[in-house]
């Protein structure tokens, strides 16, 4: 039996049959292929889905925990305040309430903030005045003060905590359920949920106590408002066992959800600890969302956060895809219609001619028959149709190959396309590189340029000085003329001796200041021997005075006299009115303070060279050591081994010592005025002998100190008593060094009545008696020539003598010396008035905290404009970086700054400069302009600084110093 189909198509003409056929055959592929796009296209906006749910959670957990990190080191930088170190550890509970109420200003989010002793019980909290209970955080404080680090948990507050925080704490936490179960919404009412950090506070190596901060999340909108402006369109939720307590979810009516439920499943998930993926619907609307657990330091599950996509956003793609699928089957099935009802036609026309002869046939026309005739330009229909097929396939082969050509033809232009562009590419990385080199080359050409123009006004100023000894030296030639008139005014006035002296050296006539000094009259003087009066034996070989009349010629002869005085010979030859030589004009000079104020120039000229030489010196290593100081610093906060620990607390320790050496050394080398302060005498023995420690460990020499520490503080020149101390030391280790071994400088300090005692005590050489009485002489020295001015105790003994002290010394010859330094000791409440210079008491000081200020930084040198970009970036601040004074000044154009700290030393636009620059184009930033530098000692910065009024801060400094200066400037 056929098939009821066949029997359905049994008496069906061959036209229709070929339609369903046709139609058939065309319409199911087009249903299948719309059925498969949109399965392809849903599963992909599900896959589109999850993808964007996967990154809103890490948007949300990033968002989570920067909120921690910010509290974290926010009180990791007051932890290390020693403020509020002191106030923990004498429990100040007023003066850390007052700084908790100052910080909470600065962090309005953070809604608990309390300070515990080592024992968990609360010293202040701001909140509410409750103290002394213990801080229960289900054993997070006792972790944090155990461990002696930080640590960050989201934790569930306890009601009892809660009661001693203040009821209306509470009470803003709660949630209103919209569970159908009334016991869930008790539950809900209970669970108050927040991101804690507990930070210890560490005294001399020991926990003292711990800040606590904590964020309740509860009602908090920062998470779901913060991921939804980064991915429009994300839905994100905090729940705590079960219920939403934080959320931007709302219902097709506009109304939050906040205090519902989880689906059951969901909640069923998060309690296994795994991540889940689930559909649900709330309240007509359906989402797609993904739920992490949160867990408590414990490890405890606590809540869970999530984010979501609603569903309608992918109905409405899909649903455009159905409608834009729908309209292209319609029209497919359109145009398959017609080509069925135009196939059938053709194919069944020469059936119909076939069924006509065929007719004829049985009519008994034997004639009739069908010629079928193969030639392509046969009339027949179904040769046309397979001519007309194979023309079609032969159409559809050539329009393939055209297709191919294209295809062809558009990736060699792609491929052109992309050489063209690496082209572009390593043009564009040359004419960079050009740039550079440009920039580099303009920078030595404007160095070589600023050197020529220091050359030029440096030969001007040469002219100008080569011009005015011309003129100096014509005004002497005409004032030499002039003194020949003047000549016997100027013979009695003179000071010097001039005498008229024979070949035999007798004294023929002499001025008035050699008869005064020796006290002679014209005729005592007269016949005498010159060198007789001068206690000098006659010179043998050597005599200006017989040489000046044998030669005819000027004679000059320097002598040193018994009492130690320097005297030059000048001796003219006279000629009297025969023309012949008899007698010379003997010109004689005391040069012995000249000689020896020269020598004491060439010394300061040295010192002022020295100075000059380690304050350049002290600047370039000042860079360096601020980014090892700093850097160190930073990296000791970091979670690192014990080992790598200990090693950069012994960089940082070197860089300080580093530091505390350019210090000393800026400190001697600098030029300033007197200047008395309220200083301590051990401090300043201590840096004089850092200074030499280094050479007499070179000279085996050993340094004892035995300092009082009770010893008071007095009013004193740091400085100039650091020079009579370095001067000492230096003669103690001369004396040992001349001794010709090792030896040992002792130094003590010890309070004797109203005066300071300070003894250098050495093991040198020592000195007789008749040496010990002159050593405080002016000029007077013991060392050979070239070795010693004569003037290092003199000035020592200056400096004391105007502190209101005295200095001596005693000595055994072979057994060592010993210099007493005697100072008054000055009390407090004569130092101290309303016009004192100095204040003892420190005002309180907040660590500096960007809390989203913007802050501008310029320096030349790229480690410490990373070092502070690094640690402002860390305290909070957006910080916008220039490395040089321009670069500076096209971003303050464009931008409002907060703060700038800027360096002053640089090339090209300096500190100073940009400073001008700012003051004219925008005047209101000038206060908040921080100064950094390394070169402070030069008296230009000090009188620009000074000028300015602005805070400074010295190269190298630390983070601490960093935060203390950015501290007074934005909070004081």
Known sequence: ???????????????????????????????????????????????????????????????????????????????????????????????????????????????????????????????????????????????????????????????????????WLKERGLISGQSKSSKDSELAHEDIMALVVVTPVFQNQNVR????????????????????HKIPGLFTTISANGMRISTNLIDNNGVSLKGSRLPEDVIAGIKSGSQVLSEWDAKGMDYISLVEPIKNHKGHIIGALDAGITKEVLWVLQQENQRIIFFITLIGLSISLAAALLSTFQITRPLRLLKAKLGDYASGNIRARIEIDAHKDSKDEIVLLTHAFNSMVEEVSRRDEEKGRYLKEIEKKNQDFFELNEELKTTNEELEIAYEETQSQTEELHAINEELKLLNEDLDRKNIELYKANLKIKQEEEEHRNARNKLRLIYDSIRDYILLVDYDHRVLEANRHFMEKFKVTESLVAGKNIYKFF?????????????SIRTKMPAQFEINTSTGQVLTWHSFPFLDEKGETTSAVLYIRDITEQRLFAHKLIQT????????????????????????????????EENLTVGVKTKLSKINDASHRCKKIIDNLLTFARWKRPEKKYEDINKVVRESIELRAYQLRMDNIEVQLELDESVPKTMLDENQVQQVFLNLVNNARDAILEKGEGGKIKVTSLRKG???????????????DDIANKIFDPFFTTKGVGKGTGLGLSISYGIINEHGGNIYATSS???????????????????????????????????????????????????????????????????????????????????????????????????KGFYREAKRIRPEILNKIIFISGDSINRQTQEFLKESGNFTLKKPFTVDQLNDVISKLLYQ
């Open 1 to 167: 039996m056929k098939p009821k189909l066949f029997n359905l198509f049994a008496d069906r003409t061959m036209g229709f049959k070929l339609v369903i056929v046709f139609l058939t055959v065309i319409l199911i592929p087009m249903i299948l292929m719309g059925y498969i796009s949109y399965k392809v296209i849903d599963s992909r906006l599900i896959k589109h889905a999850k993808d964007e749910v996967s990154t809103g959670i890490k948007v949300a957990w990033t968002d989570y925990y920067t909120r921690g990190d910010q509290m974290r080191y926010g009180m990791l930088q007051a932890s290390a305040m020693e403020e509020i170190k002191n106030a923990v550890d004498r429990r100040d509970a007023k003066y850390l309430r007052k700084m908790m109420t100052a910080w909470k200003q600065m962090r309005p989010y953070v809604d608990i903030w309390a300070i515990i002793d080592e024992n968990g019980k609360v010293i202040a909290r701001t909140n509410s005045d409750a103290a002394g209970d213990i801080f229960d955080l289900n054993g997070l404080t006792e972790s944090a003060i155990s461990s002696r680090e930080s640590k960050i948990s989201t934790e569930i507050l306890s009601n009892d905590l809660l009661e001693h925080e203040g009821s």
């Open 605 to 636: 000229d040295k010192l002022s060279s020295l100075g000059e030489l380690v304050s350049g010196v002290a600047h370039e290593l000042n860079n360096p050591l601020t980014g090892i100081m700093c850097f160190s610093e930073l990296l000791l």
């Open 813 to 911: 010859l072979g057994r060592g010396t010993t210099f007493i330094v005697e100072l008054p000791v000055i009390e407090n409440t004569q130092l101290f008035g309303e016009d004192s210079p100095i204040t003892l008491v420190r005002s309180e000081r907040l660590k500096a905290s960007g809390n989203g200020l913007k802050a501008l930084i310029l320096d030349d040198e790229s480690i410490v404009l990373e070092l502070l970009f690094e640690t402002m970036t860390h305290a909070g601040f957006r910080v916008d970086k220039a490395s040089s004074g321009e670069e500076a000044l096209e971003k303050l154009m464009l931008s409002n700054y907060d703060l700038i700290i800027s360096d002053i030393k640089m090339p090209g636009l300096d500190g």
């Open 535 to 547: 206690e000098i034996e006659l010179p043998s070989n050597n005599c200006p005075i017989q040489r």
């Open 754 to 768: 109203d005066k300071l005692i300070i003894r250098f005590e050495d093991t040198g050489k020592g000195m007789t």
């Open 209 to 228: 106590g711990a800040i606590i901060t904590a964020d309740i999340i509860n009602h908090d909108s920062y998470i779901p408002d913060s991921v939804s």
